[in-house]
Every structure is written in structure tokens, then in C-alpha cells.
């Protein structure tokens, strides 16, 4: 036995620490850890300023600035997700934000703005520069308190680390729970998971994903983790929405909340026909255009060309043109464009500079003043990506112009296209009286192949993206009252473009057989002769017709033609039926 002793107590020992071991594993197995999560990491904070957004239930990649007690968002931020109407000219260190009846104005640093009251202290400084979050340089940023003057929502703060809490907008709703017994809030969930954060017994959680044994929820100091479902207990409320709860908080949040813009559109459809006027065109020369023509209620003269970058444009406008138009119950919504004098102006340059902006409106105010405008109409084409932020805020400050004035502002706009979009339609839709549709120049002198100035595909697709963007009552869509004659010779392509007689006369001449196309919805016709061929898809009575028709499907406010002279007579009892509709 006292040989055999040292052995069995070697296998106790043996049985023992297996038991041990064994009991430890099963204890960190079902143990609950205790290891605390790294929260700026979590968070995703790289410095002390940095602030972690949390938009309704989630968070965002974005992150906010704290500096010196006060919060801001750099305007990209703002754009994203809260407001697109801050505009930033950073030429003439300037924020400015349009509202129906005046711009508000702050200068870059300054603690006051400039609303149409006169001067104001915001008690912080409103717009700054800091370094951009990406390390890419410096970004603007604007104070969380201001962007609240203009749009509705709400915020809640918290240190420890920095974050905050944003309610904005619809969003969904969650069932409401209160916390049975302290617990620990977990990166995800399983009783190994980091604790973000401890919630007390009481305390009540939105449940934003209920699994089988562990919950994500929001707590109330804006920390979305993990609990366990043995932890909760439900309130005995409805779901909830935060955004319901905190509704009248977030109405009352904005100090302009409830604003409407108001538009100056007319009770009927609007007949509008361009006008080219290449000089001095008095009520003899209307008068003498609009002989055969019937239902015009706009004629929109080709008056105004800007001339350089400064706001100042060349004039053709004529008093006796506009009582004689008058007298003959027209409207008249003279044109602005800025390709006439393409070589001397920079529409970028021009548009960027606040400055510039309000020259070029006081300037087309003064006009409209002399020669007693109903409208204008604003045809700037070609412009670049970047120039189209400015481009939409010159609407915006113009619109405010004539809407005081009762002028009417109509903006003429190329069919909706993924390259067109900096053209700001909505932001359009919401400050012009009219968006007009150029619905035509689907194959265009230059292209690279030939076809139809506009299929009825082509037309109803412009009017469709339009009308998701713009309200249909305000929305003109412009037809053609010209066809492309085209003619190809080997690997060249050139065409002209004519008005409905000459083209006619032109498919009459060279003993075309033309045939109606159900796809463009035109007559086609095509003829060979030597080495050269000839395509036509004709704007006519027909192809006419069935555009409005594409118009009335929709609703739209009216039609508009380019250009005046290059119809046929009976095109007006084909308008006239539409406009009767």
C-alpha cells in the first residue's frame, strides 16, 4: 500500500486539476464578460472634437464638431441630410439660404446674420472653417443651432464620449421596452461581447431587431447595442416613433418651419411660343408673325443675351411690341439666354459670385420694370457640372425678385438626362413659376447618327422623369415645329433643319414615299439619289397630335413651340383642341 500511495495521490491530484480545469472552462464559458469596449473606436472618434452622429436609429459614417461649446455639421453633411438650400459662395465668403421673401446672409465667421429684418446675433459664430474629416484640407461648417432656423429637427447631446442624437423626418416604428433588472448594453450579441454601456433597472429602450434571445436596441443616451430578452419587459405602450413623440418639438424647432413658396402659375394651360428676334422688332413685326396663328396666350421674345461676366446683357426689347401683345391679350415672358455672346461670357464666373448674381437680377428687374414683362424666361444652356449649384441659386434669388414684382419666371430645361441633373429640376420646380421642357434635339445637328428631333419615347420619357421631380401643373413641355433634313454620303452625316412647309415641300420634291413610324410615332420618308441619302422623320400635324396627347396624359400646365414661323397653319386648331381639353 505505501507503494501504491504516491500513485494514488498522483491521480487525485490528477482528477483534481482536470476537475479545475474543466470548471473553469465551463465558468468562462457561460460566464458573462466583463471587458469594456473601446467607445471612441466604437464610435469610430479620432479626436477630441470629433462628435458621432446618430441619425434616427442608426449611425452615420459622418461625424459633427464640437468648438468651443457649439456644434456643426460641415455643409456636405447639411446636404445630405438635412437641407440642400445652403448655398456657400466661397469667392465672396458667404452663406446664404433663400427663402420666399429674401435671402438671409451670414458672412463667413461672423456671429450675426442678416434676415430681411434687419441684423440679428446668433451669440456663436455661425459658419467656420475646419480641417475636413478625410484629412483632405479644410471644409466648411456650419452651427447646428442655425441649420435649426431653417430646418426642422432635432438634437440631443452627449459627452463621454462626444455623439449625438438626431430626429428628422418620418421613420418607423418601434416597440418600446423598459429594462427589467441592471444589465449590461453589448457591441452584439453574446455574453462575451464587449459592454458599450450599463442601463439601469427602469430604464426604457427602443427595440430596433428582436432575435431569439438578445434584442438591438437604442438607449436613451444614444447608445445601439445588445440585450438580452430576458432583460426586457415590455411597456404596455403602442410602437412608438421617436419622430411622433418629439413631433411638436421638431415643428417649433425651425424658426421658418411652416414657410410655403408660393408660385405665380395661371387658372388655364399655357400657350407659349418662342419668338427669334434677330433686331428691332416693334408691334408691326408681332403683329405680322402671329397672323396665322390661333390660342397663343405668351409670346416669349428672344430679347436678352448676356455679354459678359459682370451681369450685364445686350437688349432688343421693344415697349410698342409689348402693348401691342397686350392689346391682343398676350402675355409676354421675355427670354435671357447666355450663348448668343458665347465667346464673352463664363457662366460659372458669372453665376458663382453673389455679387454678379444680384447685378444680372436687378438688371433684368429694371427691364421688366421699362418695358412692363409679365415673365421671364431663363435659357441658359450648356453649363458645366460645377456651375450648377449656382445656377440654382440665381433661380432661387431671381424667383424671389419677381415674385414680389408679380412677374412670372419660367426656366427653360433640357430633357431629364443623368448629364443634366446639376440643373436642379426640384430645387426648379419649388422657386420657378413654370419648368419648361425643350422636348426636342433627340438627334441633333452634329450627332452621330440620324433620327427623329423627337419620338414619342424620347418626349414622354423627359416628361415623366419631369413630372417625378416637378409638380405637372407647372410643367411646360416645348415641341418642335421643325424637322432635320438629313443626308449621308459615305461615312459623312450632315443635316439641316426646317420648318413643316419646307420640309414638305422638300419630301415632294424628291419623290419621297413616306410611311408613318409607330416607334417615333412620325412620318418617315427616304429617298437615295447618287451617292447621297436622304432621311426625314416629319413634325406634322400627326406627330403633333400625339404629343399632346402624351401632355394631357400627364397633366401638364401647357405647351410651348420653338419656334414661331416654322408651322403650318393648321397646327394651331390641332393646339387649340388640347388647350380645350
Not at 446639376?422 to 433620327?451: K, L, N, T
Not at 451617292?531 to 400625339?546: A, C, G, N, P, R
Request: proline share 2%; with cysteine.
Amino acid at each position: 500500500m505505501k507503494k501504491m500511495l504516491p500513485a494514488m495521490i498522483a491521480i487525485v491530484l490528477i482528477v483534481v486539476i482536470v476537475g479545475i480545469s474543466a470548471g473553469i472552462k465551463l465558468i468562462n464559458k457561460y460566464s458573462y464578460s466583463k471587458e469594456r469596449a473601446d467607445l471612441d473606436e466604437y464610435f469610430s472618434l479620432e479626436s477630441e472634437d470629433e462628435v458621432a452622429i446618430l441619425l434616427q436609429d442608426q449611425r452615420i459614417e459622418e461625424s459633427a464638431r464640437l468648438w468651443d461649446g457649439v456644434y456643426y455639421f460641415d455643409l456636405k453633411t447639411i446636404h445630405k441630410y438635412f437641407d440642400g438650400r445652403f448655398y456657400a459662395d466661397e469667392k465672396e465668403q458667404l452663406l446664404l439660404y433663400t427663402l420666399p421673401g429674401h435671402t438671409v446672409r451670414v458672412e463667413i465667421g461672423a456671429s450675426s446674420y442678416l434676415a430681411e429684418e434687419g441684423e440679428r446675433d446668433a451669440g456663436y459664430i455661425i459658419a467656420r472653417y475646419g480641417a475636413a474629416a478625410d484629412g483632405s484640407g479644410e471644409e466648411l461648417y456650419v452651427a447646428a443651432d442655425y441649420v435649426k432656423k431653417f430646418t426642422d429637427f432635432s438634437y440631443e447631446s452627449f459627452t463621454a464620449p462626444n455623439r449625438m442624437q438626431i430626429r428628422t423626418g418620418a421613420r418607423a416604428q418601434f416597440r418600446e421596452a423598459e429594462i427589467k433588472k441592471r444589465t449590461a448594453v453589448r457591441y452584439q450579441g453574446g455574453i462575451k461581447s464587449p459592454i458599450l454601456t450599463e442601463a439601469e433597472r427602469g430604464d426604457r429602450v427602443l427595440v430596433l431587431e428582436e432575435m431569439e434571445n438578445w434584442s438591438k436596441v437604442k438607449t436613451a443616451d444614444a447608445f445601439i447595442g445588445y440585450v438580452e430578452n430576458r432583460r426586457l419587459e415590455a411597456s404596455g405602450a403602442e410602437a412608438v416613433s421617436e419622430t411622433e413623440e418629439t413631433g411638436e418639438k421638431i415643428a417649433e424647432a425651425g424658426e421658418f418651419a411652416g414657410r410655403e413658396y408660393t408660385s405665380i402659375t395661371r387658372p388655364h394651360k399655357i400657350n407659349l411660343a418662342w419668338h427669334a428676334v434677330g433686331g428691332p422688332a416693334g408691334g408691326d413685326v408681332l403683329a405680322e408673325a402671329l397672323a396665322e396663328t390661333k390660342g397663343i396666350n405668351v409670346i416669349s421674345p428672344t430679347w436678352f443675351a448676356l455679354t459678359d461676366n459682370e451681369g450685364n446683357f445686350s437688349s432688343l426689347a421693344n415697349a410698342e411690341y409689348v402693348s401691342r401683345a397686350h392689346a391682343m391679350g398676350l402675355e409676354v415672358w421675355a427670354l435671357i439666354d447666355n450663348f448668343t455672346n458665347r465667346d464673352q461670357v463664363d457662366s460659372y464666373e458669372l453665376l458663382s459670385h453673389t455679387t454678379k448674381r444680384a447685378r444680372l437680377v436687378g438688371n433684368l428687374m429694371d427691364a421688366a420694370a421699362e418695358y412692363g414683362l409679365d415673365g421671364i424666361n431663363v435659357d441658359f444652356e450648356g453649363l458645366s457640372q460645377d456651375t450648377g449649384e449656382h445656377f440654382v441659386q440665381f433661380i432661387r434669388e431671381l424667383s424671389v425678385e419677381c415674385r414680389k414684382r408679380g412677374i412670372v419666371l419660367s426656366v427653360d430645361n433640357y430633357v431629364p438626362t443623368g448629364y443634366t441633373d446639376h440643373y436642379g429640376r426640384g430645387e426648379q420646380g419649388v422657386f420657378a413659376d413654370y419648368v419648361i421642357i425643350m422636348g426636342y434635339d433627340e438627334h441633333y445637328s452634329g450627332g452621330p447618327q440620324a433620327g427623329s428631333v423627337a419620338s414619342i419615347g424620347f418626349v414622354e420619357a423627359g416628361i415623366k422623369k419631369t413630372v417625378e421631380e416637378v409638380p405637372s401643373e407647372k410643367v411646360i413641355n416645348a415641341l418642335p415645329f421643325y424637322t432635320r433634313i438629313w443626308k449621308s454620303r459615305g461615312a459623312e452625316l450632315s443635316s439641316e433643319a426646317v420648318g413643316m412647309e419646307i420640309a414638305e415641300q422638300f419630301v415632294q420634291n424628291h419623290g419621297m414615299s413616306v410611311r408613318w413610324d409607330e416607334t417615333a410615332c412620325q412620318n418617315y420618308g427616304e429617298v437615295t439619289e447618287g451617292d447621297t441619302f436622304y432621311q426625314v422623320w416629319l413634325e406634322d400635324e400627326q406627330s403633333i397630335e400625339v404629343k399632346l396627347n402624351i401632355m394631357e396624359k400627364y397633366k401638364l400646365g401647357g405647351v410651348a413651340a420653338w419656334k414661331l414661323g416654322f408651322e403650318k397653319p393648321v397646327i394651331w386648331d390641332v393646339i387649340g383642341e388640347y388647350l380645350g381639353r
